[in-house]
Structure formats: structure tokens, C-alpha cells
């Protein structure tokens, strides 16, 4: 009896080292930004029932980690909701990666705050001096006498570094305001809290949430793929020289009319 | 036939003593690789600068690397934990070792058992969606997402960890001080309070201690609850951020090799060295000769 335990147990181990190398399909991993990965993993889903060869592995983990994880060879696509940092760009040189940025989609930042508050529109300077501390209750901005409580994003989400670019201009943050993990947790937060403000994705609005117009322009894809919106970016998918093979196939199908409409199913905008 | 069973025997002697060695050696490695990546960082900036700047932004251009508030920030969020959970938890353990009948013992050390299988996540749920909102109303606050919000929770996780061990401490203390006390016409309270409890002191200080050890390490529930506030808080009303939580927050975008990236595992050699001290503290009060006890 102890000696087919023995037998068995050797047979497992044997099996477990030889299957992985026995795969037959054509594996690809796409690895990165948070915002990309829902319109990523519903491709990939649509991607692997068109074609039975393909095994797409797609996670999450962030722009930086998704980068990273390109130059050190071990993902195929990285995705990226911000352009490529010189730093990146430096440390994919000394590695001999060459980072091409496949653009897939257009994201607009809603600033967004609490239903029941009365303030519909603001001009980008305000929110600056909101997000710096300058002004810190709603009635200098024509609302209630309310406490602002300002919620943003840790500070290397891809989020917030739009909305740093574009609305901040290199302006400190304050440090009172409420850093969090996720366009989820950020209009969690705003629907329950009366004096919150707040941004997040385009595809996070909900009824929980009210959006401001920004400089007078509503947040909606078309005022983003127009160009009008002034809070809005590329979302990348980056690859080591211009994409080839499955790579290709993936990316170009994205790009196809079926993906662009993933791209709008989930609360993006598809390129113009 | 002997030589076989006594290679058998030697086979198993040295698998077991190169799994004991597998356990040494992650540890080290994890250490290595810590203050490996974390001691660059101070290439660029001062020691000074790292432990007493007040402002943490990472992404500026200079960069602030200034951990004090995130250091405050979880000695704060545990100091909070344990006030709550330290006096209920050796009350339990009090109640459960002393007063309570044998089936009611059970019930109640099951029960405690059963918050220590609710994943930390769920905890952090529970603070985002019903506790942060209560505190808002109760407390007539901006936002429920503070310091004591995240003490709460973490008071919860704690409890069960010092239940146990303080209810062991005291289970330990030998039954001859109790009979004396007893002979002496001492009431069962005050055998409890006045005897068997500073007798089985430093068992109840090292549960303390691994109480401490198990808040101030906690991830996922200060993250969502704590608020995210990277400043050092005068209240229990207002929001912070720990170690922990920045971590977890900014780990995920760094660009690897960047000093921002330097500065994260510094911080976590910080929180490292932190729960190391904890741990030896806790095994020398433990270690001390018991003296009251059989």
C-alpha cells in the first residue's frame, strides 16, 4: 500500500511539471492600468470566442506596473492610462525594449459631487483652488454652507495624473484631501457624503453621482471625442515595437468597429 | 532490513530540517530585498528628511518624501484599536477563564474564534458603507471616513487575538494563589482583580503586544476606511493615512527603480523594523521568569 501512495504521489509531481509545457494554445498577457482593464478583459472575452487558438490573460495592477512589467519582458501588452514617463523610457532603452503607444480609446474625467448639492458647474480654476485648499466651503462658490471635503486619487494613479495635468497645473494637492485606491471608491464616497467633490473615469457616472460641467461643457462622449471636454486623455496599450502576430490581431480588433463598440458598452469613448 | 528503516529515518530527519531551513531562508530573503531597495532612497535625500518631513508627495516635481504623517498616522489608528480593544478583550478573557460556566465558555470562545475567519476586506466594507455613514450622522461630521472609524474595525480584528492569549494567561495562574486568597476571606472578585489578573500579567501584556503587532500591519481596512489624509492628526475625528495603506495605494504605479519606488520599500522597512521591535519586546516580557505561576 505504501508503495502505491509512493507511486502516485511521484506520478502527480511528474504530471505537474510536465503540463505546462505541453500548451498548445497561443498565450498572451495584458497587464496594467485599472481604467483600461474593463474595456481589456471584455475584449479579450469576445477575442477568445472568435478564436479557439487564443488564451488572453489580462490583469490589472496599474499603468506603472503594467510598464514595468513590458520592460521586464513579462507581459505582452501593457495597459496605460497616461503617455510613457521619460524615466520608463529610459529603463525600456537600457533593456532594448522600443515602447509604442497604441491608442484605444478617449477617457473623459467627470468632476462629480453629491446629488442633493446645488453647485452645477464650475470653471477649472475653482477646482484648483478647491483641490489646493484656497477655498475650502461651498458658499464661496455660489452653493450651501457646507464643508468641502475633497476626494482624489493616490497621487501615481493615471487618473490623477490627468486630472493634475489638466486641471492642477503642478499645484500642490492638499494633503487634507481623502486619497483613494479606485474610481469605485471615490464615488462611493461622494454619494454618501454631502459636501464631497470628487472625479472620476466617464464610464463610473451613475445616478449616485452628479457631474458639474467643467468651463461650461457637460462630461458625455461626445464632448470628450470631440475634443471640447476639457478634462479628457488617450488610453494606450503599449507594446515593445510595433505590434505583431497575436498582438496585432488583438490590438486591430480593438480598433475594429465590434471593439470600439466594447469601447462604448463600457463608458469610454471610441475614437473618432 | 535495519539499514533500510535507518535511512528511512535519516531521509525524514533531514526533509523536515530543510523545510525549517526553506522558512529561515525566505525570511531573510524578504528582509535582504527590503532594505536592499529601500536604502537607496537615502542616496538622494537625508535621514532627517525621510523621518521628520511632514509632507508626503512623491509625484511632485521636486519630490516631498517626508513619512511623519504616515508614521503618526498608524501609531495613531493602533493606538485608538487598542484602547477599545484591549480593555473588552481581557474582560472577555476575565469573564470566560473565571465566571463563565463550561458551556457558555464554548459558545463565547467559538463565537470570538468566528471575527477572526471575516476577511479584512469585509471589514473595510462594513466601515465604507454602514459605519462611516453612522459616525457621519451620529458625530455631525463632513465625512465618516476618520481615524475612528478605522480604530473600530481594527479594535474588532484585535480582540479575538487578545482574548485568547490573556484568557490563557489567566487560565495558567496556578490554582494554589487562588485557594490562598480564598483562605484568606478574600470575595471572588476581588481574588480576580487583586490575584489571579497581576499574576498573569505578562502573558496579558504579550497579548497586548501581538494584538498591536496584528493592527499595525493591517492593510485593506484602513485603506478604505481611515480616509487617506496624508496629515498628522490631532483627533480621532479626523482622516489619516498609515504605512500601510500608502503602500498599497501607490505601489501599483510607481515606475520601478524611481525614488519613489525607493521610498515605498523604505517605508515598508520602517513598518518591518517596527513589528520586529514589537515582537522582540513581547518575547522578553514573555521570557521573563514567571514567578507566579505553576
Known amino acids: 500500500m505504501k508503495k502505491l501512495t509512493q507511486i502516485i504521489i511521484l506520478t502527480c509531481l511528474a504530471l505537474m511539471l510536465i503540463i505546462p509545457v505541453s500548451q498548445a494554445k497561443d498565450q498572451l498577457v495584458v497587464q496594467g492600468s485599472t481604467t483600461v482593464l474593463p474595456i481589456a478583459q471584455a475584449a479579450a472575452e469576445v477575442f477568445m470566442q472568435n478564436n479557439s487558438q487564443a488564451d488572453i490573460s489580462v490583469r490589472g495592477g496599474g499603468s506603472g506596473n503594467g510598464i514595468a512589467a513590458l520592460i521586464d519582458g513579462t507581459c505582452d501588452i501593457a495597459d496605460a492610462s497616461r503617455s510613457i514617463k521619460v524615466k520608463e523610457v529610459i529603463l525600456c532603452q537600457k533593456k532594448g525594449i522600443s515602447p509604442v503607444g497604441n491608442i484605444v480609446a478617449m477617457d473623459g474625467i467627470a468632476v462629480v459631487v453629491h446629488t442633493s448639492n446645488p453647485v452645477s458647474a464650475l470653471k477649472t480654476d475653482q477646482i484648483k483652488d478647491v483641490y489646493t485648499g484656497k477655498i475650502t466651503n461651498w458658499k464661496e462658490l455660489g452653493g450651501e454652507d457646507l464643508e468641502i471635503v475633497i476626494v482624489g486619487r493616490d497621487s501615481s494613479s493615471g487618473t490623477f495624473e490627468t486630472f493634475e495635468e489638466l486641471v492642477m497645473k503642478g499645484a500642490k494637492v492638499s494633503p487634507a484631501a481623502l486619497a483613494q485606491a479606485s474610481n469605485k471608491t471615490v464615488s462611493t464616497i461622494i454619494s454618501t457624503t454631502k459636501g464631497a467633490i470628487g472625479y472620476v473615469g466617464l464610464g463610473y457616472l451613475n445616478d449616485t453621482i452628479k457631474a458639474i460641467e467643467v468651463n461650461g461643457v457637460e462630461a458625455n462622449p461626445e464632448t470628450v471625442g470631440g475634443g471640447k471636454y476639457p478634462i479628457s486623455r488617450p488610453l494606450y496599450m503599449y507594446t515593445d515595437g510595433a505590434p505583431e502576430g497575436m498582438v496585432k490581431e488583438f490590438i486591430e480588433f480593438i480598433w475594429s468597429e465590434e471593439g470600439q463598440e466594447i469601447v462604448t458598452e463600457q463608458g469610454f469613448v471610441a475614437l473618432q | ?294
Not at chain 2, 450622522?137 to 482574548?163: D, E, H, Q, R, Y
Not at chain 2, 496579558?204 to 492628526?233: C, D, K, Q, S, Y
Request: proline share 6%; glycine share 8%.
Open chain 2, 1 to 294: 532490513m535495519k539499514k533500510r528503516l535507518h535511512l528511512r529515518e535519516k531521509i525524514i530527519k533531514n526533509v523536515c530540517f530543510v523545510s525549517s531551513l526553506t522558512s529561515i531562508f525566505f525570511l531573510a530573503g524578504i528582509t535582504i530585498i527590503l532594505f536592499k531597495e529601500g536604502l537607496p532612497l537615502f542616496k538622494g535625500i537625508s535621514f532627517a528628511e525621510f523621518f521628520l518631513g511632514k509632507s508626503w508627495y512623491p509625484t511632485f516635481d521636486p519630490p516631498d518624501f517626508g513619512m511623519l504623517p504616515l508614521f503618526v498616522g498608524s501609531l495613531w489608528i493602533t493606538f485608538g484599536a487598542i484602547l477599545i480593544a484591549a480593555p473588552f478583550g481581557i474582560s472577555i478573557a476575565i469573564y470566560i477563564s473565571e465566571f463563565a460556566s463550561p458551556q457558555i465558555q464554548l459558545f463565547l470562545k467559538s463565537t470570538i474564534e468566528l471575527l477572526t475567519g471575516i476577511p479584512s476586506v469585509v471589514f473595510g466594507f462594513i466601515g465604507l458603507a454602514f459605519l462611516g455613514p453612522f459616525l457621519q450622522k451620529l458625530l455631525n461630521l463632513p465625512v465618516g471616513l476618520n481615524s475612528l472609524n478605522a480604530s473600530i474595525l481594527l479594535a474588532l480584528m484585535a480582540i479575538p487575538t487578545i482574548s485568547s492569549l490573556s484568557e490563557e494567561a489567566l487560565f495558567s495562574v496556578s490554582r494554589h494563589f487562588k485557594e490562598a486568597s480564598y483562605a484568606l476571606g478574600a470575595t471572588k472578585w476581588e481574588t480576580v482583580i487583586k490575584v489571579v489578573v497581576p499574576a498573569a500579567f505578562p502573558g496579558i501584556n504579550t497579548a497586548i503586544f501581538l494584538g498591536i503587532g496584528r493592527v499595525i500591519g493591517e492593510t485593506m481596512t484602513v485603506l478604505m476606511v481611515a480616509g487617506g489624509a496624508a496629515i498628522i492628526p490631532h483627533s480621532f475625528l479626523q482622516p489619516a493615512r498609515p504605512i500601510t495603506a500608502t503602500i498599497a495605494l501607490e505601489m501599483g504605479e510607481t515606475v520601478v527603480g524611481s525614488d519613489h519606488y525607493h521610498a515605498l520599500f523604505a517605508l515598508a522597512c520602517v513598518l518591518f523594523i517596527l513589528n520586529l521591535g514589537l515582537n522582540l519586546v513581547a518575547n522578553y516580557i514573555f521570557a521573563k521568569p514567571r514567578r507566579l505561576t505553576s
